[in-house]
C-alpha cells in the first residue's frame, strides 16, 4: 500500500496531522509511482540476497559473522537484504538436504526459539540502518515450502516428497497449494506468528519494526499450470489482504519471477494491480532459462545482456501502467566458466551485473523504472567445502547457494574484489 492510500485508510490528512504523517514516513520504506521513499526523499537501493541470515544468527558463531558480514555491507553502501522468514519441516526433501534448523518442524507445531536469529539479524541491522525484505514461504523445494505444506495435508505421501520429482510431477504437486484449503490455512498460521511476533532482543513487534521494509508472500510463487492461474491469483489477493490486516506499516509484494513465472503477462499484471500489492518483483536466471549452454557463459555474454535487458524493460511498461515500483530482486550468473573455486575469477559475471546496474541508473535519472535491484546472493566470509563433494552438507558453512545447487555457483564472497568495487561504485553515483 502506497503512502496516500495508507493515509485514507488511516484518516490522516496532511492539513491536520503533518507531524504524524512526517514520522511515518521517516521510519518505514513507502512508495509514491514508481519509487520508493525513505526519509522523506526517493530511495533507490542495490541490495543483497542473504536468505540464511536468520538461520546463521542461531548460534554465538553465527552471531559473529552476522555482525561482521553486515559492518562489511554497511561499508560497502549495501542498505537492503532480502531474507527468508523460517523453515518448514525437517529432512529430505525432492532429493535434497532442506535448509535447518525448522521454524516449525511438523504440521502447526512451531519453535519460537528458532526465530530469536531473525530477531538478533533485524537487531542488528537496525543499528546500521539497514532494511529487510523478509518471504513468507517458498515455491521451492530447499525450506519446506508449499510441498511441505501438501504433504502435511496428505497431497503428498512422505515417500514421494523424500524422493526427487521430475520437472511434470513437481509442475502438478506445487499447483495443488492454491487449491487445497488446509494448506493455506496452514500457510496463513505461521504467516501470522511471524508478522505479529515480537523482537525478543528489541522489544518491537515485527508488524512496527522500522528494520523491515516488506513482506514477499513466499520466494518465487507460481502458479505451475495453467488450470491453476485463477486459485494462484486469488491466494495472491488473498494472502497480500491477510498481512495488511495485520500490519498497517510495511510494504508488501509477491516474490514473483515475472513472466517467466507466471508463463504470462497478463497474469503477471493483474496480480500486482492487486491494491494490497505495493510494488512489483521480478528474478532473471540466465542459467537456469537456458540463455547459454554448459560453461560458455562468454560466448553468450551479448545474449545474455540484449535478454536481460529486453527483460526488465518488458516489466518496467507493465508497472509504469500501474504506477508501482519495480524491482530485481535476484539476478546472477555463475563465476567464469562455472568454476566454484572462490579465487576463480568473476568477468562475465561483473560484466552482467554493471548491465543490471546501468538499468537502474538510468532509471533513478528518470524517476522511473526500476527502484531496486538484489545480486544473488551474498555469502560473505563463509566458504564452501569442496574437497569431496560440491552440495551442502550438515556442519558446512551456510552460503548463498541453496542446498539444492551447487556450493559457490552463484555466491559473491567478501574477497570478490572486482565484483565489490563496480557494487560500491554504483552505489555510490546512485545516491548522489
Known amino acids: 500500500m502506497c503512502l496516500r492510500t495508507l493515509l485514507l485508510v488511516m484518516g490522516v490528512t496532511l492539513i491536520f496531522q503533518p507531524k504524524r504523517l512526517q514520522a511515518q514516513s521517516s521510519r518505514y520504506v513507502t512508495c509514491s509511482h514508481q519509487q520508493f521513499i525513505v526519509n522523506n526523499k526517493p530511495w533507490y537501493f542495490i541490495g543483497a540476497n542473504y536468505w540464511y541470515g536468520g538461520l546463521l544468527a542461531n548460534d554465538q558463531k553465527g552471531r559473529e ?4 558480514e553486515l559492518d562489511f555491507l554497511k561499508k560497502k553502501g549495501v542498505t537492503n537484504l532480502r531474507v527468508m522468514a523460517a523453515v518448514e519441516g525437517e529432512g529430505q526433501i525432492h532429493g535434497v538436504t532442506r535448509a535447518e534448523p525448522a521454524y516449525q518442524p511438523t504440521k502447526n507445531v512451531y519453535k519460537p526459539d528458532l526465530l530469536n536469529g531473525l530477531d538478533f539479524l533485524l537487531a542488528e541491522m537496525n543499528k546500521r540502518g ?16 508449499f510441498l511441505q505444506y501438501l504433504n502435511w495435508n496428505g497431497l503428498i505421501s512422505d515417500t514421494t516428497l523424500r524422493r526427487k520429482l521430475n520437472w511434470d510431477e513437481m509442475r502438478d504437486y506445487v499447483s495443488r497449494f492454491y487449491s487445497c484449503e488446509p494448506c493455506k490455512e496452514d500457510y496463513y498460521k505461521q504467516l501470522h506468528s511471524i508478522v505479529v511476533r515480537k523482537n525478543t532482543i528489541t522489544g518491537k513487534l515485527y508488524n512496527s519494526d522500522p528494520a523491515i521494509m516488506a513482506w514477499e508472500l513466499a520466494n518465487e510463487p507460481r502458479p505451475m499450470r495453467p488450470t491453476a492461474n485463477t486459485a494462484y491469483a486469488n491466494w495472491v489477493s488473498d494472502a497480500a489482504a491477510y498481512i ?6 510495511h510494504l508488501v509484494t509477491t516474490g514473483c519471477e515475472g513472466e517467466m513465472g507466471t508463463e ?3 497474469l503477471f499484471e493483474s496480480i500486482h494491480a492487486d491494491k494490497n500489492i505495493d510494488y512489483a518483483t521480478i528474478h532473471i536466471w540466465p542459467r537456469n532459462w537456458s540463455w547459454f549452454k554448459d560453461t560458455a557463459i562468454g560466448q553468450a555474454m551479448p545474449k545474455v545482456i540484449s535478454n536481460t535487458t529486453s527483460y526488465i524493460a518488458k516489466h518496467i511498461a507493465v508497472t509504469a501502467k500501474l504506477q508501482k515500483p519495480l524491482v530485481v530482486e535476484e539476478f546472477g550468473l555463475p563465476r567464469d566458466y562455472q568454476n566454484f573455486q572462490v579465487k576463480s575469477p568473476t568477468t562475465f559475471r561483473d560484466q552482467y551485473y554493471m548491465a543490471v546496474f546501468n538499468v537502474l541508473m538510468e532509471s533513478a535519472w528518470s524517476k522511473k523504472g526500476i527502484a531496486g535491484a538484489n545480486f544473488w546472493a551474498f555469502s560473505g566470509t563463509g566458504r564452501p567445502s569442496l574437497e569431496h563433494d560440491i552440495w551442502w552438507k550438515r556442519g558446512d558453512d551456510l552460503l548463498g547457494d541453496p542446498p539444492m545447487e551447487e556450493q559457490g555457483l552463484n555466491s559473491v564472497f567478501d574477497s570478490d574484489r572486482s565484483t565489490w568495487n563496480i557494487i560500491q561504485l554504483y552505489i555510490r553515483d546512485l545516491n548522489k
Open 65 to 68: 559473522r552476522i555482525k561482521k
Open 244 to 249: 495488511k490486516s495485520l500490519d498497517k506499516n
Open 130 to 145: 539497514m532494511k529487510a525484505v523478509l518471504f513468507l514461504s517458498n515455491n521451492w523445494e530447499w525450506s519446506g515450502g
Open 264 to 266: 504470462n503477462m497478463t
